[in-house]
């Protein structure tokens, strides 16, 4: 599976960005996506996932309310949708693919086969 992040750029607190993240691989209904960012120094963290069965949603607590996650598998393409954005949501964004089923271990990394190269989400104060 090879996956491409865009929708980064440069947007003033309290401003609202969509990243989209599009698969190339035949498998993505089968996969749970997973967005995930690593701010400047800092270790690469969760963000939010969407299993396979297209309903079921984890986001980490700092972004729950502002952020909404979204798959169209017709269009093999995942989105984060990000409002009221923060300048501590500053970071370079990743999506992810893990074909684990309904993975518990969905927040971690290591579950995760497919990478995209990441996208810059910068939000000045």
């Known amino acids: 599976v090879q996956l491409q992040a865009s929708g980064g750029g440069l947007v003033q607190a309290g401003g609202s960005l969509r990243l989209s993240c599009t698969s190339s691989?035949?498998?993505?209904?089968?996969?749970?996506m997973g967005w995930f960012r690593q701010a400047p120094g800092k270790e690469r963290e969760f963000v939010a996932v969407?299993?396979?069965?297209?309903?079921?949603?984890r986001y980490t607590d700092s972004v729950k309310g502002r952020f909404t996650i979204s798959r169209d598998n017709a269009k093999n393409t995942v989105y984060l949708q990000m409002n009221n954005l923060k300048p501590e949501d500053t970071a370079v964004y990743y999506c992810?693919?893990?074909?684990?089923?309904?993975?518990?271990?969905?927040?971690?990394?290591?579950?995760?086969?497919?990478w995209g190269q990441g996208t810059l989400v910068t939000v000045s104060s």
């Open positions: 691989g035949v498998t993505f209904s089968r996969n749970a």
């Open positions: 969407m299993f396979s069965d297209g309903g079921t949603t």
């Open positions: 992810a693919a893990d074909a684990t089923y309904r993975n518990p271990w969905y927040y971690s990394i290591r579950s995760y086969e497919s």
